[in-house]
C-alpha cells in the first residue's frame, strides 16, 4: 500500500529522445509535486498542483510539460532529452498548499541522459 | 525568496555520539520548518517539523527547537546509531508554498 508511487524507477535513455514519468499518490491529497535531486543532491521544485491546477511553475525549461489528469495523479513529460536532464526526479503530495502540511515523497525516479 | 542554509558535510561520528545539524532560514513572516531524512537509494521522509516559535518537533530521538529570534532549526541527537546513518535536509515552508530545501548534510555513523 505504497502512498506515492513513480515509475519506472531507473530510465537510461538518449539524448534527443522524449520521455515520462508517472506518479500516483494514494492518499487522497489534493496538493502534487515534481522536484529534481541533482547530483550534488540539491533539491528544487519544478511544479506544484493543486486539484489538477498549476499553482507552482518554476523557472523549467518548456521542454517539461506537467499533466494532472486527476487528483491522484501527476505525470512528468519530458521533450527533447538533454545531458544535463540527468538526475533523480521525485513526485510528492500534501494534503493541501499550506504551509504546515508535511509533504510526502515518492521513491524517486532516476533517469540518465547519455 | 525563501532560502535556507545548512552545515556542509560529511558529518562523521562514532555510534552513541552526540549530533547537531545547524540550520538557519530566511523566510517572509513566519514559515513552517522541517528535517527530512533520505537514506540510500531511497526518497525523503519526514523526520520532524514545528509550524510556530518555540515549537520542538520530535521523533526517533531527533529534535529541533523553532528559534524565531536567531531563525534557526538546528537538529540534535543525544546518541546516533550505525542506522541513522543518512542525508538530512531542512526545509521551509512559507506564505509561498514553496518547500525550499537546504542542500543536505551526510552524516555517516560508524562502530
Known amino acids: 500500500d505504497t502512498a506515492v508511487s513513480q515509475t519506472p524507477k531507473y530510465l537510461v535513455t538518449q539524448m534527443g529522445n522524449d520521455k515520462s514519468i508517472k506518479c500516483e499518490q494514494n492518499?487522497?491529497?489534493?496538493?502534487m509535486y515534481w522536484y529534481k535531486q541533482d547530483s550534488k543532491k540539491f533539491l528544487k521544485i519544478m511544479f506544484s498542483?493543486?486539484?489538477?491546477?498549476?499553482?507552482i511553475n518554476e523557472t523549467v525549461p518548456n521542454r517539461f510539460s506537467p499533466k494532472s489528469p486527476d487528483k491522484a495523479h501527476l505525470n512528468l513529460h519530458i521533450n527533447s532529452l538533454e545531458l544535463g536532464d540527468s538526475a533523480v526526479y521525485f513526485c510528492?503530495?500534501?494534503?493541501?498548499?499550506?504551509?504546515?502540511?508535511?509533504?510526502?515523497f515518492g521513491p524517486g525516479t532516476r533517469l540518465l541522459v547519455l | 525568496g525563501d532560502s535556507v542554509t545548512q552545515m556542509e558535510g560529511p558529518v562523521t561520528l562514532s555510534e552513541e555520539a552526540f549530533l547537531t545539524i545547524n540550520c538557519t532560514y530566511t523566510?517572509?513572516?513566519?514559515?513552517?520548518l522541517f528535517w527530512y531524512v533520505q537514506y540510500p537509494g531511497e526518497g525523503l521522509q519526514l523526520l520532524l517539523k514545528a509550524t510556530k516559535a518555540d515549537d520542538k518537533g520530535s521523533n526517533k530521538g531527533f529534535e529541533a527547537t523553532y528559534r524565531k529570534e536567531t531563525t534557526s532549526f538546528h537538529l540534535e541527537k543525544g546518541s546516533v546509531q550505525v542506522s541513522d546513518s543518512a542525508v538530512y535536509f531542512c526545509?521551509?515552508?512559507?506564505?509561498?508554498?514553496?518547500?525550499?530545501f537546504g542542500t543536505g548534510t551526510q552524516l555517516k555513523v560508524e562502530l
Open positions: 492518499l487522497g491529497h489534493d496538493t
Open positions: 498542483y493543486n486539484n489538477k491546477e498549476l499553482i
Open positions: 526545509a521551509a515552508k512559507g506564505p509561498g508554498n514553496k518547500l525550499t
Open positions: 510528492a503530495s500534501s494534503q493541501s498548499e499550506t504551509r504546515g502540511e508535511t509533504q510526502y
Open positions: 523566510a517572509t513572516g513566519y514559515p513552517s
